[in-house]
């Protein structure tokens, strides 16, 4: 009898259980990110939190950049519902938290540490003083270049490089013969991709997006200018295709030993002195961004982001997976994993503070101080309504930035530079108009 009783409590425990078992079963976050290389370690290593968490299970939807803007964007705009947690950057954050799209993420437990993420990258998530997203990992930008590629040509890197001799350098180390492109930029058109480093460039040359009446300033003679200076570099110094590359692209021709010079987000230095993924890891120098005939204007200021749909209807276990993501901890478990060189950058003071990766990179302390000084609300040589320094922070930028990238981009292929950009202007000009600018 009282194994009969044991059977019976046993059975009926199951029973009971059974209910929250399936409801547990049942709870998978849908998650859209980003194809770099630290997305792609942390989709490795989520396997980890599912083992803590054995009621969450995750289903990753890994996107090419443009790509990934396209779909979350469209997705959050007509309330889908597709994603439970979206990687987004500083751009949508605010953008979208004013249109009611994100969560709100308050009340983050203690150990999370909020104000242990860097105050710059803090403020670009944040709308009406409340955090709606996460930071992955942050960016400025920075010069890379082949410290032996230099040596040999009998140059050297100035402290603080303008683009004039950027060029200069660039033509003393290409070597086609051997593959060995002397510039690398991104050419692969996009808001986000080529545009993030030309609006930078433009900035540089004295030029801006639009004026103080929010008139397109694109057929300038700062823009023709810049874009001269970067379609006539990348066409004699440049990789064959560069209208195909982007920030990965150009990252494995730089690792691969293909590039003398990269100007590009500064968190391609944990990977390019990572001797595990960089066959150059030993012959990388570092600078600052060049500087052109105006400087003190606004400066780059990148994060990917964890953000949580309002659509959502797992908003506590999404909120579970992003804290984790992004905590001290999971910093710690990368530096376990792939050393700390490769941990996810620009984040959070206690990482620059460790011991640990001050002595495994020898850009951080740079990295920070680019982060912490930079200011992408700065002006731009004329008056400006708008802010941003590699990004116009309006909702309609997304759609005009990608069709002015896909028209720069043929410039590398052939086009005019001066036909580009009257084309550009055109067709932003209706753009705004259709927009009801000014407003």
Known sequence: MAMRRIAIAFAAAIVAAWPMATLHAQSTLTIATVNNGDMVVMQRLSARFEQQHPAIRLRWVVLEENVLRQRVTTDIATRAGQFDIMTIGNYEVPIWARQGWLSALENL??????????????????????????????????????????????????????????????????????????????????????????????????????????????????????????????????????????????????????????????????????????????????????????????????????????????????????????????????????????????????????????????????VQRAIMSANPNAQTREPRPYTGAQFVAIPEYQGIGTQVGQTIASTLTGAPVEQALRSAQSATDRAMRQAGYPK
């Open 109 to 366: 437990p203690a150990e999370y540490d909020v104000n242990d993420i860097l105050a710059p990258v803090r403020a670009g998530i944040s709308h009406e003083n409340k955090l709606y997203a996460l930071p992955f990992y942050a960016e400025s930008a920075m010069t890379y270049y082949r410290t032996d590629l230099l040596q040999r040509a009998g140059v050297t890197m100035p402290a603080e490089p303008t683009y004039a001799q950027i060029r200069e350098i660039a033509e003393k180390v290409t070597d086609k013969a051997n593959q060995v492109y002397g510039l690398c930029l991104r050419g692969k058109p996009g808001w986000g991709e080529n545009m993030g480093f030309l609006t930078p460039l433009v900035t540089a040359f004295g030029g801006q997006w639009f004026d103080a009446q929010w008139r397109p300033r694109i057929d300038t003679p700062q823009w023709r200018s810049a874009i001269g200076w970067y379609t006539d570099a990348m066409r004699q110094f440049g990789p064959p295709g560069a209208t195909s590359n982007g920030f990965n692209e150009n990252l494995a021709l730089m690792a691969g030993g293909r590039c003398g010079i990269w100007i590009d987000a500064t968190v391609a230095a944990g990977l390019l002195f990572d001797p595990k993924q960089s066959q150059v890891a030993d012959r990388i120098g570092f600078a600052p961004m060049p500087t052109g005939e105006f400087t003190g204007g606004p400066t780059w200021l990148w994060s990917w982001n964890l953000a949580i749909p309002a659509t959502s209807r797992q908003q506590d276990a999404a909120r579970t997976f992003i804290t984790w993501a992004t905590s001290k901890e999971y910093v710690r478990m990368v530096a376990q994993e792939n050393g700390w060189v490769a941990v996810p950058p620009g984040t959070r003071q206690s990482t620059y503070d460790s011991q640990e990766y001050q002595q495994a990179a020898p850009f951080a302390g740079f």
